[in-house]
């Protein structure tokens, strides 16, 4: 194929190299910034920069931020091929993909949105890895009414790039999940660095530090856009997590260590099943 990917950060810079590194895909790289594009050149990333012209590709991967995407996209929609395949790789879905949909729909195109769950403390196209997406979860957003063969080939296009689990779901189904299993953990990890021990914790911190606190290096205007599109299932998975919270509190308060002990079995239990389940899930 004949692919554009427009945005050379960490994922659309990754996108590109992995392209190259896994697939014989003609891959067009475009930013924003020419001297991103002549890097990509450079390393072999992209077989050419972007042109201009955005007629002759058979699927675009929009690779920016979310309010960035659907801007570009309303602005240029019209300029592509009729019934060119258009991707993005944003982490909300629901009705950001609703609007995605509409504008192609409008342009004669089709739309059917991805998100590859993969990432890096920081940000940028130097920071970007051909391997990023190996035995990574990818998730497929298609509506009801998407091809089948869109599907397949996004779900082949993740393979090749060497996506591990595969999971098609619903758009509104993914910003639920995604509240919970992304948004929640970016959100606690921000909060847990604001404590006035951070930098004293060197030669005290372990893997549990560094694990809770890698990702409060996010980019704010991103995740500030994913969290105020998904804010209602955002919020519920955070007032669930603060009712929790709240019961280790009130426990070390009463110096309560039978609640103590229950409290954390029951965490306990519930990853162990958590495990067991994954075990017995199929690639």
């Known amino acids: 194929m004949n692919i554009l990917v427009v945005g050379l950060g960490l ?44 007629s002759g590709f058979d699927l675009v991967i929009i690779s920016l931020f979310p309010e960035t995407a659907e801007n570009f996209f309303a602005e240029n929609a019209g300029k592509f091929d009729k019934n060119t395949l258009i991707t993005d790789v944003c982490g909300i879905k629901g009705d950001f993909s609703a609007r995605m949909k509409s504008t192609a729909e409008k342009n004669g195109l089709r739309y059917v949105g991805i998100h590859p769950m993969a990432g890096k403390e920081f940000g940028g196209y130097s920071n970007s890895s051909a391997n990023l997406f190996v035995k990574a979860n990818f998730i497929i957003t298609p509506f009801e009414d998407s091809r089948s063969e869109d599907i397949e080939l996004l779900k082949n296009l993740s393979s090749e790039i060497g996506a591990g689990k595969i999971v098609i779901t619903s758009p509104e189904n993914h910003d639920k999940m995604i509240a919970y299993t992304s948004q929640l953990a970016h959100i606690v990890s921000s909060a847990y660095v604001k404590s006035p021990e951070l930098n004293l914790e060197c030669g005290f911190s372990g893997g549990s530090f560094q694990d809770m606190t890698r990702i409060a290096t996010m980019n704010e205007k991103m995740w500030t856009d994913l969290f105020m599109q998904n804010c209602d299932n955002l ?49």
């Open 11 to 54: 994922i659309g810079g990754s996108v590109c190299k992995a392209l190259k590194k896994y697939t014989y895909h003609n891959v067009t790289g475009c930013d924003i910034n020419h001297d991103i594009e002549e890097n990509a050149l450079r390393d072999v990333a992209v077989d050419e920069a972007f042109s201009g012209n955005y």
């Open 235 to 283: 919020q519920f998975e955070l007032d669930t997590l603060i009712g929790n919270l709240l019961k280790y509190r009130d426990a070390l308060q009463k110096r309560d260590a039978e609640t103590m002990k229950n409290l954390i079995a029951e965490g306990r239990k519930l990853k162990e099943n958590n495990l067991r389940h994954r075990v017995g899930q199929p690639n």
